[in-house]
């Protein structure tokens, strides 16, 4: 059930990205007649590649992969404007997303499927992009030094006595953006 569920966001994802501004069943039927699908992903995870191999032999769609870091993938897809190969863009976080998203870059996909299996709160509101997977961010502390109870949320750790005891990635980060926005 599990390969099924992730195989039906896969497909609905390879459809996600614009095309020339046409309809989604238009994308479909042009992707078929081509026998290709162009997914731009800043992902390296062994489990991708499992599900492009299992897609191809399921529907005979040959999956063409451009790996790159997802800001270069983004710039890539302004560039190439409504010309984009792009079918499906896949980043490391929703907060990439959300730029691809505000350039433009998306469009929206009707999926029962989707609505279905993704919760609303790690899904697009327009639709526009849906999570596949999810990160824990786990905070790892000395155990002779601080007490769990302490550290049981990262609310904790705004608390005065951790000022200065932290080590964390840049507020610029996208990642630590998208972990304080959620």
Known sequence: ??????????VTLLFSCKKEKQESNEIIEVTKKEEVVIVYTHR?????KQLFA???KETGIKVNVVNAKAD?????????????????????????LVRAKNKDLLQSVTSET???IVPAHLRDT??????LTKRARVIVYAKDRVKPENLSSYNNLTAKEW????LI????????????AS
């Open 1 to 10: 059930m599990k390969k099924i569920i992730y195989s039906l966001v896969i």
């Open 44 to 48: 390296h995870y062994p489990a991708d």
């Open 54 to 56: 299992q897609f191809e």
């Open 72 to 96: 270069e993938l983004i710039q890539k897809m302004t560039i190439e404007g409504e010309h984009s190969p792009a079918d499906v863009l896949i980043t490391v976080d929703a907060g990439r």
């Open 114 to 116: 989707l609505n279905t």
């Open 126 to 131: 327009d639709n526009q992009w849906f999570s």
């Open 163 to 166: 000022n200065e005891k932290v």
């Open 169 to 180: 990635r840049s507020s610029s980060n996208i990642y630590n953006q998208s972990l304080l």
